[in-house]
Nanobody, 119 residues
Framework: QVHLVESGGGLVQSGGSLRLSCAAS????????MGWFRQAPGKEREFVAT????????YYADSVKGRFTISRDNGKHMVYLQMNSLKPEDTAVYYC????????????WGQGTQVTVSS
C-alpha cells in the first residue's frame, strides 16, 4: 500500500517554471514505478512522465519532452516533476501515481495539485 501526496502547484506565467513534489508513504517505495499524469478541464487524464526504480528508465509524453524532468529520491520517498517553459496548455490538475508491477498502468494515485499557466 502506498499513500501519495502532491504539492507545488500554483499559478505561473507562460514561460515560467514550477516544481511539483510527491511524498510517498511505505517502506518499499524504492520498488515502485512512479509516474505523473494530468487532467485538464473537459479532457481525459493523460500520461506526462514515468521513472523506474533507480531513477533510470524515464519516459515522457511528446508534449512535455525537453521541458519537463521527472526525478526521484528514494531515501526521502519523494518524486519530483520539474516543469520549465510552461505553456497555457499545460494547465491541468497533476497527479502522482505509483505501481509495483507496471510502469504504464498505475494502482495508487494522489489527490492532485492544480497547475495554472496564464498567457
Amino acid at each position: 500500500q502506498v499513500h501519495l501526496v502532491e504539492s507545488g502547484g500554483g499559478l505561473v506565467q507562460s514561460g515560467g517554471s514550477l516544481r511539483l513534489s510527491c511524498a510517498a508513504s511505505g517502506h518499499t517505495f524504492h520498488n515502485y514505478y512512479m509516474g505523473w499524469f494530468r487532467q485538464a478541464p473537459g479532457k481525459e487524464r493523460e500520461f506526462v512522465a514515468t521513472i523506474g526504480w533507480s531513477g533510470g528508465s524515464s519516459y515522457y509524453a511528446d508534449s512535455v519532452k525537453g521541458r519537463f524532468t521527472i526525478s526521484r529520491d528514494n531515501g526521502k520517498h519523494m518524486v519530483y516533476l520539474q516543469m520549465n517553459s510552461l505553456k497555457p496548455e499545460d494547465t491541468a490538475v497533476y497527479y502522482c501515481a505509483a505501481d509495483y508491477y507496471s510502469q504504464y498502468e498505475y494502482t495508487y494515485w494522489g489527490q492532485g495539485t492544480q497547475v495554472t499557466v496564464s498567457s
